[in-house]
T-cell receptor, first 113, second 117 residues
């Protein structure tokens, strides 16, 4: 079983919908949680990061971390066709292993007009 | 440069050939990472450099994989005697921060798509 599980989708929603993307993980050492967006044939780009449990909001994006449940979420409000991409959750610990990230498989999102 | 660059963007190799993939990190970035992304999967860690020192190579799948960063800037990932299972996108990322404290944004390059026939 992988350390980080993510539903691969694909997920298709109409423009303006609220999108919920989720990951679960098994390694309790993970302390930093990130969401990356990856467009086709491009490298991942960082969208949001959260340290430990809590919520963080940035424009239309909200990241939530529940360490007690080992569950993280990314919400996208008022989704746009330009949000169509693969969303990757990533995480790492504080000690040991340097800064290497452990990624989920990615969820492919399509926002349709 | 403006971002992380990788070359070549696409590489086709015959099984058994050696390949070399290049990464130019953002100028001044101390940390450099290589990841392998198979089709439909998330990136998986291969190796990590802090300046010229390779501090973690635990993700390299076999001794056919070798990475170097001799002057602490440009890095090369070499794969010897390529196999079909090596077909993947190889991503390079760099970050400014050394060590493990704080959040260090890893900036990714566009990747090199390797196809082994």
């Amino acid at each position: 079983q992988k350390e980080v599980e993510q539903d691969p989708g694909p997920l298709s929603v109409p423009e303006g919908a609220i999108v919920s993307l989720n990951c679960t993980y098994s390694n309790s050492a993970f302390q930093y949680f990130m969401w990356y967006r990856q467009y086709s044939r491009k490298g991942p780009e960082l969208l949001m990061y959260t340290y430990s449990s809590g919520n963080k909001e940035d424009g239309r994006f909200t990241a939530q971390v529940d360490k007690s449940s080992k569950y993280i979420s990314l919400f996208i409000r008022d989704s746009q066709p330009s949000d169509s991409a693969t969303y990757l959750c990533a995480m790492r610990g504080v000690t040991g292993g340097g800064n290497k990230l452990t990624f989920g498989t990615g969820t492919q999102l399509k926002v349709e007009l | 440069g403006a971002g992380v660059s990788q070359s070549p963007r696409y590489k086709v190799a015959k099984r058994g050939q050696d390949v070399a993939l290049r990464c130019d990190p953002i100028s001044g970035h101390v940390s450099l990472f290589w990841y392998q992304q198979a089709l439909g999967q998330g990136p998986e860690f291969l190796t990590y450099f802090q300046n010229e020192a390779q501090l973690d190579k635990s993700g390299l799948p076999s001794d056919r994989f070798f990475a170097e960063r001799p002057e602490g800037s440009v890095s090369t990932l070499k794969i010897q005697r390529t196999q079909q299972e090596d077909s993947a996108v190889y991503l390079c990322a760099s970050s400014h921060v050394a060590g493990i404290a704080g959040v260090d944004t890893q900036y990714f390059g566009p990747g090199t798509r390797l196809t082994v026939l």
